[in-house]
């Protein structure tokens, strides 16, 4: 039987206090199994990154619990987070945070190298990763040299090059076309049939509706399937 490979049980996260306090997950329980891909859709403002950075240990939830591949993470060290994200998770942020001086191919081998990969063995998976999303004759550009979808596709590169078993993908498509937000969605479709597990943070309900899974959304503070 197929295990969860995110469970949020009573999460809570709020910011401020008192008169500006605001409330963004409230007891907030979730269970993604392995194996499957889930859009999260809702408006902007309604806690979709505080959810994927919850789920992504980049930060930590005021109460509830939250377990990664049956791991619980509330009382781990900052080094056991660390750890755990680094091995686990591949993260795909809205904008690409690809780092400007240095190539695509670098920009991908970077995690690796900081895993502790040799050169050779970095470079190599991440020119396969690179030619597996279709921008394989890129590796040797500069960020600035590509289109907003070449460096969509290398940032999924370098979320993926770890080999995580679940992947976070926060508005990934937010600042690219219809077109090439459906191709973007489509990749993580494909990534999905390959058996890695993703999440998707999106405002675009038609978009999803064409990609066809399963949809949650966030309703004050709560986390709700969508029929």
């Known amino acids: 039987m197929s295990e969860p490979h995110l469970r949020l049980r009573g999460v809570h996260r709020h910011y401020g ?3 500006t306090l605001v409330r963004v997950l409230e007891a907030a329980d979730l269970e993604v199994m392995s194996g499957e891909l889930v859009a999260i859709v809702a408006p902007s403002g309604a806690g979709k990154s505080t959810l994927l950075h919850l789920s992504g240990l980049l930060e ?6 939250i377990e990664i591949t049956g791991t619980p993470t509330f009382s ?3 080094r056991g987070r ?3 994200r680094r091995t686990t998770i591949g993260y795909v942020y809205q904008f690409h945070h690809l780092l400007p001086e240095f190539s695509a191919l670098e920009n991908v081998s970077m995690p690796q190298l900081i895993a502790g990969k040799a050169q050779g063995d970095a470079n190599k998976r ?5 030619d597996l999303l279709g921008v394989g004759n890129r590796a040797t550009h500069r960020p600035a040299e590509l289109s907003g979808g070449e460096q969509q596709r290398i940032a999924i590169a370098r979320a993926l090059v770890n080999d995580p078993q679940l992947v976070l993908a926060d508005e990934p498509t937010g600042n ?3 077109d090439l937000s459906l191709e973007i969605m489509n990749l993580f479709r ?20 064409r990609v066809g899974r399963r949809s949650v959304t966030l309703d004050h503070g709560r986390i ?4």
């Open 82 to 84: 660390t750890l755990l």
């Open 60 to 65: 930590r939830p005021q109460a509830g619990e």
């Open 76 to 78: 781990l060290s900052e």
């Open 176 to 178: 690219l076309d219809p």
């Open 190 to 209: 494909e990534i999905n049939a390959r058996g890695t597990t993703v999440i998707v943070a999106t405002h675009d309900r038609e978009l999803i509706r």
């Open 224 to 227: 709700v399937e969508v029929a």
């Open 17 to 19: 206090k008192d008169e």
């Open 126 to 130: 991440s020119q396969e990763l690179l």
